[in-house]
């Protein structure tokens, strides 16, 4: 008995009543699960339905329980929740809608409010049912767009007044197949136009796209069970967060393999991101990090093995194959190609080459360098202090090794190093800082207050634990600047946000990330359950979840703070807060904060770095508010020609500052690009401009209020004020 016969007998013996018209679209949901989707479909190749497992099942139960007894989120699993899981489901397998029409959804409708029910109990057929459907209509689209591609792609019109929006994520469903096959018409262009635009002729056009397509067409048909049981419980267990998550068996051995670091890669932590495979974030010290082309956001698009001639199309791959294909052995070359984050839109790639490796400890250390600064007749040594990570040599530790590396460990060195030097202030640059061992940031906090307390962790029954710093002694206790951006993440922001609540320095940068939650994972009888089980909260009692760590000053990003950042993130959990904590307050900053923030204005206004910066940031601003491009060749190339204008006034600009001669070409700068990326052991001789501005920063404290020296100064004026 098919799968749809066994919906269809399961519907109709149901105790449930059910009206006509449920009954009519319960029906016309089995019956599309068993008619032939296309003509076109190779009558060689048919599609086998997928269906749950009893393991899969039980883990279903087990995860619903979990979800609902244990996680952070008090959430109940009832008929709002179950529209609710529908609709992430739906968005997972089709986030663009361009493989379902609005009658195939509207088709689901039967079953939309009744997942809840059946996810309590392990019913896991409605979900596989929508899977098989959405895999049938998946291999009809791609039927048809090599269809297309077989009459040539000489045929289309690129002469009509035509557009395509980038993001349909938002958009209709399109009524029906006729409508879908139009839709598909315009991206068959659009991914012509780019590439033609790119300098391809028509014949490698025409074996690019046979060759993306034939690949989905290839995992389409290769559905497994397991495929469609992640899809559906991870749209269920995203309901809670978008941290939490089921791993299958196969993910489980990635994700412990990945803790460990045991293999050798290039440094990425990738999620899945609808049809895509998405950079999430860099490791520090790692091959792809020190290449310096990748960025997160990025989406990958093919992978190249050095040994190969052709690469391999990995759009509609599964996470777990896409990282296995990646992965290779040490000092072997694997060649990426990626839609860029800032790409406008996803016809646009880069090829990126990095070289495998293992990710060191040591190259992940803290290190320093030391910048000066004159100010009349006066002159000041600012030490900085770059932290790319929280780390710790765990496996050095548990041994008993007393030397083990640790970011606090080295930290303190550095530091005594640059008392040494005579430094008037420290700025610590947690810039890019995705976080680490928790332990690690409470010991950093530690090396800069007395003791005292520095983060609270509340799990979900209210039970609030608060990790303090018992030891009273201070490895520095001078002026203290904290650069932080949006990529700073998570423990980052326990130190940045205890920094700030102790008014022990001041924080520079852009808003950080907002990662304030804790998991855990736990093993079910079928794969891993990874849940969120704790929130942090600050000294003062506001939480660093969503909203992370405000800057005292703000410094504009790049980086679009739509896309990334966990307020971007659906179903994220909100900021709060709870009570403070008692806790010492070094300094009040109230007093300077608006000269500092008035200075730093005034160097910036006419600073010829920050000046690119801001037309860099409006030219990204401009590309990310486009929500449609032309399908009109001539109107195209204007664009396109615009674009490049752009790009090459904005590289030339930076240029000048350095120094170099301009570029000629946007070719002759993506090809200096490419040199510099690839010569690993070069450095940017001109120091970043905005560890600049830290420093300038702090040479502002020191002018205007020579206190901030040392805390233990502000202990005796205080001390002296409360005698008198």
């Not at 028509?202 to 060759?211: F, G, P, S, T, Y």
């Not at 393999?257 to 609808?274: F, H, K, P, R, T």
């Not at 007093?591 to 690119?612: A, S, T």
């Not at 001789?685 to 905005?690: G, Q, S």
């Amino acid at each position: 008995m098919s799968i749809a016969e066994r919906f269809i007998n399961r519907c109709s013996n149901s105790g449930k009543r059910r009206n006509a018209g449920s009954q009519a679209a319960v029906f016309t949901l089995a019956l599309a699960l068993i008619l032939p989707v296309s003509a076109n479909v190779d009558t060689d190749k048919v599609y086998e339905p997928v269906s749950p497992t009893v393991e899969q099942a039980r883990a279903n139960i087990l995860i619903a329980r979990q979800l609902q007894f244990t996680h952070f989120r008090d959430l109940s699993i009832n008929d709002s929740l179950s529209g609710d899981v529908f609709d992430a489901y739906l968005d997972y397998l089709d986030g663009q809608h361009i493989y379902l029409t609005k009658k195939d959804v509207e088709n689901f409708n039967a079953v939309r409010m009744g997942l809840g029910s059946a996810l309590k109990t392990g019913q896991l057929q409605p979900g596989f049912d929508i899977y098989n459907l959405v895999q049938q209509r998946i291999i009809q689209r791609l039927e048809f767009a090599l269809g297309l591609i077989d009459e040539g792609i000489d045929k289309l019109d690129f002469e009509a007044d035509e557009r395509i929006l980038l993001d349909r994520s938002k958009a209709d469903w399109e009524a029906d197949r006729e409508a879908l096959d139009a839709l598909w018409v315009k991206r068959i262009k659009n991914a012509v136009l780019a590439q033609r635009l790119n300098g391809s002729d028509d014949e490698a056009i025409e074996e690019a796209l046979r060759r993306r397509y034939e690949g989905q067409l290839k995992r389409a048909y290769q559905a497994r069970s397991e495929d469609a049981f992640q899809a559906y419980m991870n749209a269920f267990a995203g309901m809670w967060d978008p941290h939490t998550s089921y791993f299958s068996p196969r993910t489980s051995e990635n994700f412990n393999i990945n803790m460990s670091l045991s293999l050798e890669g290039i440094g990425a932590v990738l999620q899945s991101d609808n049809e895509y495979t998405k950079v999430v974030r860099l490791v520090p010290g790692g091959p792809a990090s020190k290449q310096g082309q990748l960025e997160p956001a990025d989406r990958i698009v093919s992978v190249k093995q050095e040994d190969e001639d052709k690469a391999v199309n990995v759009i509609g791959w599964r996470l777990d194959e896409v990282v296995d294909l990646i992965r290779g052995p040490r000092e072997s070359t694997v060649t990426l190609e990626v839609i860029p984050a800032d790409a406008p839109d996803e016809t646009v790639t880069e090829t990126i080459a990095i070289q495998r490796d293992n990710v060191k400890l040591e190259e992940q250390s803290a290190s320093k360098e030391v910048i000066e600064f004159e100010r009349g007749n006066e002159r000041f040594q600012i030490g900085v202090i770059h932290i790319p990570t929280f780390y710790a040599d765990f496996k050095a530790m548990q041994n008993g090794d007393p030397n083990y590396k640790s970011t606090t460990r080295d930290v303190r060195e550095l530091i005594n190093e640059l008392k040494d030097e005579g430094v008037d202030g420290v700025v610590m640059d947690l810039r890019n800082n995705g976080g680490g061992a928790l332990h690690e940031a409470n010991d950093l906090v530690g090396l800069f207050i007395e003791k005292g307390p520095t983060v609270q962790i509340r799990n979900s029954n209210n039970d609030v634990q608060v990790l303090n710093d018992e030891d009273p002694s201070v490895a520095y206790d001078g002026p203290l600047v904290v650069l932080v951006n949006r990529m700073s993440a998570s423990a980052s922001e326990i130190f940045a946000g205890a920094i700030q609540d102790y008014g022990r320095g001041l924080v520079v940068g852009s808003q950080t990330f907002g990662k304030g939650t804790v998991q855990a994972v736990r093993p079910l009888n079928h794969g891993q359950l990874k849940i969120t089980q704790s929130k942090f909260y600050r000294v003062s009692g506001g939480s660093t979840q969503h909203k992370g760590v405000i800057p005292d000053i703000e410094i504009p990003s790049r980086v679009d703070k739509t896309r990334i950042g966990e307020d971007a993130l659906e179903h994220a959990l909100p900021w709060d807060q709870i009570e403070a904590v008692p806790h010492t307050r070094y300094f009040d900053f109230s007093g300077v904060i608006d000269e500092l923030r008035m200075r730093h204005e005034d160097r910036f206004e006419d600073h010829p770095e920050f000046q690119l910066l801001q037309k860099e940031i409006e030219f990204l601003k401009q590309q990310r508010e486009q929500t449609s491009v032309s399908l009109n060749i001539d109107d195209r190339e204007e664009h396109q020609s615009q674009i490049q204008r752009t790009r090459l006034s904005i590289a030339n600009a930076r240029r000048d500052i350095h120094g170099g001669d301009p570029f000629d070409s946007l070719e002759e700068l993506d090809e200096w690009q490419d040199q510099q990326a690839a010569d690993l052991d070069n450095t940017d001789e001109e120091l970043d401009f905005i560890v600049r501005e830290g420093g300038n920063i702090m040479a502002d404290m020191l002018e205007l209020d020579q206190r901030m020296a040392s805390i233990l100064n502000l202990k005796q004026i205080t001390a002296q004020a409360q005698a008198r």
